[in-house]
């Protein structure tokens, strides 16, 4: 078997098998470093030996915590004394429940779990937006328009931390230090962890091997500005091996370094440019239509636009910094939606002219204009059969030529809703 290192290397080179595809399977356990081990499920859950029993940091999501934790045992059965959430995002905490139920079936003491503060409020949240939760995420990563009841499950009752801190916190457990370190970026409740002992970082989802998430069209607030300094930060440790919390590790202080400060440089140009064109009074449409990624970071293979895209940090961006008025008036107090659709369908010669041209659009390879003509359409006759077979036509086609999960997952959920109500 392919050593981690080897595998590693593999992905730092740009290799489109390890970087794109789940880089080991899930259930697999692999020793980083002596002492240090990873269990790969839908998120890693990372494995630390001390003195005196495991520290548990991430556990990975609900339907992946059994094999996980039986993975981790087969490396180390000694009691999980600390576990860490890096942050409250379910594919991190909803293994929770499975190492709590190995430590009774062991006689061993509960684990004590250790977050940031703003962790219990987030899953506060996620409790009462359940139902919306399961939905955005099955777009996402389904690529369906409604969550299968598992789904809603997975936000319903977490695990919550026996501890909180806020900006720093450090303990040890048998004689090894951990020093837990706040940043916000994709959430407000992020935990990075630094091991001085074992030169590591444990990065939760301040690096994912894309371009950050920190746009993500569906969720509530990331912080592209803050997210850059805290990479900045650990940048500043000396770290020689840099665990994340999805994909490979790094190894090596160079490449920890490169990685990390590019990573940053990506987030602090498209945030600089996005707040210069605010400052001169230009409205979101230009901004978005003029910001762009400097290509030459784009090219890095641990940030391919593959999961969130640059143009949705520059909405993000704006949403932190502007309010949401976007400069147009006529959105300010808009019609109703399908008003304007009737409008302009009445205006062309009607739904079937609109969806006409959207294929022509389509053909011509304009597919965000084909996309406007043919939701005006949908809206103005939303029961034409024509009309509908049209929409999905153009989404599908619009799914296919992006790049980012994020984006086919909402086109492609879209095109499902006019299929599925027409089969
Ligand atoms: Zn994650």
Known sequence: MESIRETSERAWNGDKVVVVEPFIRPGEIHEVVPGIALVSGFGLS??????DGLVV????????????????RTWDESPVRNVVYTHGHFDHVGGMPSYDADAERRGHPRPHVIAHENLPPRMARYAQTAGYNATINARQFLSRPVAPPQMVANFASPRLPDETYRDYHVFEQGGVRFELRHGKGETDDHTWVWIPSQKTICAGDFFIWRCPNAGNPQKAQRYPAEWAQAL??????????FIPSHGSPIFGNARIQQALTETAELLESLVSQTIELMNRGVRLDEIIHSVKAPQHLLERPYLWPLYDEPEFIVRNTWRLYAGWYDGNPATLKPAAEASVASELAALSGGASRLVARARELVASGDLRLACHLAEFAFLAAPGDPEVRAARSEVLRARASSEASLMA?????????ETEDASA
Not at 46 to 51: A, K
Not at 57 to 72: F, K, L, P, Q, Y
Not at 410 to 415: E, G, S
């Open 232 to 241: 900045r930060a650990m940048a500043a440790h000396g770290a020689e091996v």
């Open 57 to 72: 940091i991430d556990t990975s999501g609900r339907n992946h915590g059994e094999a996980v934790v039986a993975a981790m």
């Open 408 to 416: 086919r997952g909402i086109f492609n959920a879209a095109a499902a």
């Open 46 to 51: 990372i494995g630390v030996q001390t003195g």
